[in-house]
């Protein structure tokens, strides 16, 4: 039961990300009518840093987003 949790947890978390990414994306496109395909390499390179960040350290993921996402 625990693996089907884990599995609905870690979907549902991977769906907002690619909600926000693709909320990003539609922002830029309704404001400016310009395709900012920069957005998504951001977004890659800051869940990069938290990752390594968070490896590295020890570090809970969700503090280390307090630290990495005022940077990107």
Known sequence: ??????ALTSGLLLGGVYALMALGFSLTWGAL???????????LAAAYTTYEFT????????????????VF
């Open 1 to 6: 039961m625990t693996l089907y949790l884990q």
């Open 33 to 43: 009518e310009i395709i900012n395909l920069a957005h998504f390499s951001v977004v």
């Open 55 to 70: 490896t590295r350290t020890g570090l809970d993921p969700l503090l280390a987003l307090f630290i990495t996402l005022p």
